[in-house]
């Protein structure tokens, strides 16, 4: 089990550019989630995978804000034209199946946007 | 929609004693599940403990216990013994387990757990 792993682990942009997060979960675990968390808050979900197929996306989450998970493995996290209020931490979160099951989650990446 | 609130937005304790963080939910569905996570300075969420809304007794994990009030709709994680590592925040969370349930959890925002030696 090598745990959930986040890449990158920050990344500063400037305002308008689009950026690309990549998540790979724990190798058995189908299910996937994305979060944004700022500072002084929990995390908000954003959307969520089980094996490829994205089951549910955040009302909150703005169309410029896109997510995959081809053949069930890694998941990537795009945010086209950021801009100021997208800087947070992404966290990534992988799970079995089964209500009891806890989320393991990777340790973010921290976007900036200058 | 299911809401979760955690009231203290920092506690402190003295290492060795023991600390109560509070949790109240609200959710009309009878079949849920409550989890506590840590995070530590260094940002990666971890896993403490989890309650079942049918569970009988209250949950155990080492020095984490989870005093669970149905009734109340309060599940509030005990630490026994505070250690100097325990320092973090803490988020309680909650599911829905019931069929059709999408297993998304909604967190709380959060209490600051401030160990002094």
């Known amino acids: 089990d090598t745990g959930v792993s986040q890449n990158p682990r920050h990344k500063i942009t400037k305002r308008g550019q689009n950026v690309t997060f990549r998540c790979d979960p724990i190798s058995e675990h189908n299910r996937l989630y994305w979060y944004r968390q700022t500072l002084g808050q929990g995390p908000e979900f954003l959307t969520y995978?089980?094996?490829?197929?994205?089951?549910?996306k955040s009302r909150l989450l703005s169309d410029r804000f896109s997510a995959e998970r081809p053949k069930g493995s890694f998941s990537t996290l795009e945010i086209q034209r950021t801009e100021q209020g997208d800087s947070a931490m992404y966290l990534c979160?992988?799970?079995?199946?089964?209500?009891?099951?806890?989320?393991?989650f990777g340790d973010g990446t921290r976007l900036s946007i200058l | 929609a299911q809401k979760i609130t955690q009231t203290q937005p920092g506690m402190f304790v003295q290492e060795k004693e023991a600390v109560t963080l509070d949790c109240t939910y609200d959710t009309s569905d009878q079949s849920y599940g409550l989890f506590w996570y840590k995070q530590p300075s260094s940002g990666e969420m971890i896993f403490l403990i989890y309650q079942g809304s049918y569970d009988e007794q209250n949950a155990t994990e080492g020095r984490y216990s989870l005093n669970f009030q149905k009734a109340r709709k309060s599940a509030n994680l005990v630490i026994s013994a505070s250690q100097l590592g325990d320092s973090a925040m803490y988020f309680c969370?909650?599911?829905?387990?019931?069929?059709?349930?999408?297993?998304?959890?909604?967190f709380g925002r959060g209490t600051s757990l401030i160990v002094h030696p």
């Open positions: 969370a909650m599911i829905l387990i019931a069929s059709g349930g999408s297993y998304i959890p909604t």
């Open positions: 995978f089980q094996n490829e197929a994205q089951l549910e």
């Open positions: 979160a992988s799970s079995t199946r089964g209500s009891n099951q806890p989320q393991h």
